[in-house]
């Protein structure tokens, strides 16, 4: 994957003295396996076979991941183990996905984080094994760099990076992990003050909102945070700008979701560079939601997230059928129009998300080497970037 041939949305806003970074992440990165084509968990004392298994980086290099191949210019702050899974996370994220990890550090006699997704019909359950990064991100991170934004997980009060990182004008995006005391304390919101955006999904926002609609968790978020977004899976995005008077709903794009692991970051990253380079609302969503669509039809979690030129091939085949469904995509997403037209034919796409030399990480009927993509309507072509093969 060659530099020169990364897209970047954000390079008419640029300049020798603005920020070093666009994204700021920090969190726990994982060493994903993903088993997909289960028709249900197996039980106890059974062994089940599946058709296809994808393996990469996950946790927080779901979004860093998605983020770079958009574009950003991603730092991202983390604990690595020396062992196998770590130097593996490591060389993808670093010399692949072209992340800066001069903020994250490798420590001896840790083990890697390790979790195992099982996708059954549309959703997915993990097993995760793992121990406390050996270092708080505050520590890791110390004077956070100049950067556009940050993306950072909603808690009862505001780690000191990200708020050092906002008095310094950067803009936080907050996200919220699942609870699994079932507590979901809405004095957590408060701390939403220091945010510019905050974007769970349905499920988080009513439990915090205490509230049982989605558009009531919508309206009680918007009090509390200037740009609210809440996703409601196959029905789309709704959210509201209150610093522009916008608010929108985007429906979910009509597609057949093969692996859902990482989509929801890959919204994120997606709804981060929609904001950064000044798209209206409604654009932002839609950008998103088409980006999360993308993914969820490849296997791989953070690898399956599309670089410019997936999205470029998309736009291009919808444009080549301009009847039915598809010229409602066309209308929809036609401020793509012109962001696409500078895309060069080499831009990156999505890798093959596998560590093997052989990779059946691909969905049924799909084939599995680089290059040789299929053309499935609105669904995008097979991967022709980087694998992770080793």
Known sequence: MLQQHRFDPLAATRSPDGPEFDLLLAGQVFFDIIFTGLEQLPSPGTEVWTEGMGSGPGGIANQAIAASRLGLRTTLAAAFGDDGYGQFNWDVLQDQEHVDLSRSRVFGRWHSP????????????????????????????????????????????????????????TKLFGDVGWDAAGEWAPETLASLEHFHAFMPNAA?????????DPWAALYALADRVPVAVVTV??????????????????????????????????????????????????????????????????????????????????????????????RQWLRRYAFLEDLVSDVPT??????TATMARQSDASPPGRPAVPGQGEDRGGEPADGRGDTCSR
């Open 114 to 169: 390790v979790t195992v997704s099982l996708s059954v019909h549309q959703d997915r359950s993990m097993i995760t094994h793992g121990h406390p990064s050996p270092l708080s991100a505050t520590e890791l991170i110390g004077t956070p760099p100049s950067c556009r934004a940050a993306i950072v997980s909603l808690g009862r009060e505001v780690e000191p990076w990200a708020g050092a990182a906002a008095a310094a004008g």
């Open 204 to 212: 988080e926002a009513m439990a915090y909102t205490r509230t049982d």
């Open 233 to 326: 899976g196959q029905q789309g995005a709704m959210a509201i700008d209150s610093e522009t008077g916008e608010e929108e709903w985007v429906p979910a794009l009509p597609v057949s979701a093969y692996d859902p692991t990482g989509a929801g970051d890959c919204f994120g990253a997606a709804f981060v560079m929609g904001d950064l380079a000044g798209f209206p609302l409604a654009e932002r969503l839609r950008f998103a939601n088409l980006c999360a669509s993308l993914s969820v039809q490849h296997v791989g979690g953070s690898l399956a997230a599309p670089g410019w030129g997936d999205i470029a091939d998309w736009w291009h085949r919808v444009n080549a059928g301009r009847d039915g469904v598809r």
């Open 346 to 351: 080499e831009a990156l796409r999505r890798a």
